[in-house]
Nanobody, 118 residues
Framework: QVQLQESGGGSVQSGGSLRLSCVAS????????MGWFRQAPGKEREGVAG????????SYDDSVKGRFTISQDNAKNTLYLQMRSLKPEDTAMYYCSACGALGGFEYYGQGTQVTVSS
């Protein structure tokens, strides 16, 4: 059973920081990759950051490079997204995701809302 539960969203002013957390079930945690996606109103969901092969490789969308950091705590089955220097354009629903058996991002949590005001 794949379960992903996000938390940590909220409302901040431009330039502020937030840390998102995602607690995963054991099955989800065993996947080859996990990541964070976001979807703003009227826009398609987009990938923000990914972590692969137990943390040996990470990737970021260009829009968040240098500001966001993805990490994981294996002891807690928890994925994190540290977000700094937040901008109004970062406002979106943020989703935790885990890869399926074929390697693509297949499972998503319910999401946590991030709102950045100018």
């Amino acid at each position: 059973q794949v379960q992903l539960q996000e938390s940590g969203g909220g409302s901040v002013q431009s330039g502020g920081s937030l840390r998102l957390s995602c607690v995963a079930s054991e099955y989800a945690w065993s996947s080859a990759c996990m990541g964070w996606f976001r979807q703003a109103p009227g826009k398609e969901r987009e990938g923000v950051a990914g972590i692969y092969s137990g943390g040996s490789r990470v990737s970021y969308d260009d829009s968040v490079k240098g500001r966001f950091t993805i990490s994981q705590d294996n002891a807690k089955n928890t994925l994190y997204l540290q977000m700094r220097s937040l901008k109004p354009e970062d406002t979106a629903m943020y989703y935790c995701s885990a890869c399926g058996a074929l390697g693509g991002f297949e499972y998503y949590g319910q999401g946590t809302q991030v709102t950045v005001s100018s």
